[in-house]
C-alpha cells in the first residue's frame, strides 16, 4: 500500500518507522475514543504477519468503515491534519484515496474508504475485513491490523488509489507472488479466494488467484451500493453502475456488462447512449461531490 523510501535497516528507516509507530496508535486511540472503525494495513502489518516489503512506506495507512471516513477526517482535521488530495487529471474516476499531512509528522496519513475493484457493498466488504480483523500493540495502544490474508489482498492490489489508466502499472505483483506462495497454506490460499470473492474482488485480484493457481471464478460486476459510495451518489442509475463498470472492468469483460445490461433493439441501444451522457455528467462531477461531504 503506497510507495516505498527508506530501507528498515538504515538509520533513517528505523527512525521513520518510530515516527510511524507513534502516528498509528494516534490515529487507532483518535478512532477507539469516538467509536470508528478502522484497520491498520500496509508496512505496519507486514512484518506482524511475517510479511516482507522492500523498504519502509512513508505513508500510514488505514482501511475505514465507509460511513466513518469523513467523521475521521473531521477529527483530524481538529487536529492540524489538512487534506491533501491531488487528483490525477488523467483518470476520469475520482481518487479513493484520502490523504492528510500535518507539519509537526513527517509521515502523510492515507485513509482507505471504498476500495477500487471490491465490488461488493462497501459497508459489507468492511464488515469481511472488520470480522476477519487482528489486534496488535503498538506504541501502547491496541491497534485493529489487518489480518494476514487481508494484508495479502491490499498487497496485490494495483489501483489503491482508484486510477484506472494504472491496472498493472508499477505493480509489485511479482515480488509478492514469490512470497505468498512459500508464505501461504493450502488453507490460507482457499481462506484467500473465498475472502476475495466475498467482498467482490474476483477481477481485480484475479492476477493475484490466478498466480497462486486459484479459481477467480465469475467477474463480479459493480453492485448499486458500491457505484454508490464511489460516485458520492445517494442514488444511482443503470447508466451509472454501467459506466462504472465499463472504466473498472478490463476490456474483455466489457462486452458482458453490456450484453447483460442494454437491450439489443435499436431503441435499447439510443436509450443505453442517453443514459451514459447522463452517467457521464454525474460521473464528472463526483470528484467535488466526495470533497464537499470530508469538509
Known amino acids: 500500500m503506497g510507495r516505498y523510501s527508506e530501507s528498515e535497516s538504515s538509520a533513517r528507516g528505523v527512525a521513520l518507522r518510530a515516527s510511524k509507530d507513534r502516528l498509528v496508535g494516534f490515529v487507532a486511540r483518535l478512532c477507539g475514543e469516538h467509536n470508528l472503525r478502522a484497520l491498520a494495513g500496509g508496512g505496519t502489518v507486514?512484518?506482524?504477519?511475517?510479511?516482507?516489503?522492500?523498504?519502509?512506506?512513508?505513508?500510514?495507512?488505514?482501511?475505514?468503515?465507509?460511513?466513518?471516513?469523513?467523521?475521521?477526517v473531521r477529527l483530524l482535521r481538529q487536529q492540524h491534519w489538512r487534506i491533501d488530495n491531488t487528483r490525477n487529471m488523467f483518470s476520469s474516476l475520482p481518487g479513493a484515496i484520502t490523504r492528510l499531512t500535518h507539519s509537526g509528522w513527517p509521515s502523510a496519513i492515507h485513509l482507505h474508504g471504498v476500495i477500487p475493484g471490491f465490488f461488493e457493498d462497501p459497508e459489507l466488504a468492511f464488515d469481511v475485513l472488520w470480522i476477519h480483523r487482528g489486534e496488535a500493540e503498538i506504541h501502547a495502544s491496541s491497534v485493529p491490523i489487518l489480518d494476514k490474508i487481508s494484508t495479502v489482498m491490499f498487497a496485490a492490489h494495483d489501483r489503491l488509489a482508484g486510477d484506472s489508466s494504472k491496472r498493472l502499472a508499477d505493480s509489485n505483483l511479482d515480488y509478492f507472488l514469490d512470497q505468498f506462495q512459500s508464505a501461504l497454506s493450502p488453507t490460507e490460499c482457499r481462506e484467500l479466494q473465498r475472502r476475495v470473492r466475498d467482498v467482490g474482488g474476483s477481477e481485480e485480484l484475479r492476477p493475484l488467484l490466478e498466480g497462486?493457481?486459484?479459481?477467480?471464478?465469475?467477474?463480479?460486476?459493480?453492485?448499486?451500493?458500491?457505484?454508490?459510495?464511489?460516485?458520492?451518489?445517494?442514488?444511482?442509475?443503470?447508466?451509472?453502475?454501467?459506466?462504472?463498470?465499463?472504466?473498472?472492468?478490463?476490456?474483455?469483460?466489457?462486452?458482458?456488462?453490456?450484453?447483460?445490461?442494454?437491450?439489443?433493439?435499436?431503441?435499447?441501444?439510443?436509450?443505453?447512449?442517453?443514459?451514459?451522457?447522463?452517467?457521464?455528467?454525474?460521473?464528472?462531477?463526483?470528484?467535488?461531490?466526495?470533497?464537499?461531504?470530508?469538509?
Open 46 to 72: 507486514f512484518p506482524l504477519h511475517g510479511l516482507i516489503t522492500p523498504r519502509v512506506p512513508r505513508t500510514v495507512s488505514f482501511i475505514v468503515a465507509p460511513a466513518d471516513l469523513a467523521p475521521l
Open 212 to 295: 497462486l493457481g486459484l479459481d477467480p471464478g465469475e467477474t463480479a460486476l459493480p453492485s448499486e451500493a458500491y457505484a454508490r459510495w464511489r460516485l458520492g451518489l445517494d442514488r444511482v442509475t443503470t447508466g451509472d453502475v454501467c459506466l462504472l463498470g465499463v472504466m473498472e472492468l478490463p476490456p474483455e469483460q466489457r462486452m458482458r456488462l453490456i450484453r447483460l445490461k442494454v437491450p439489443r433493439t435499436p431503441q435499447g441501444v439510443l436509450r443505453a447512449i442517453r443514459a451514459a451522457a447522463a452517467a457521464l455528467a454525474r460521473l464528472r462531477s463526483a470528484p467535488q461531490r466526495i470533497a464537499k461531504s470530508l469538509v
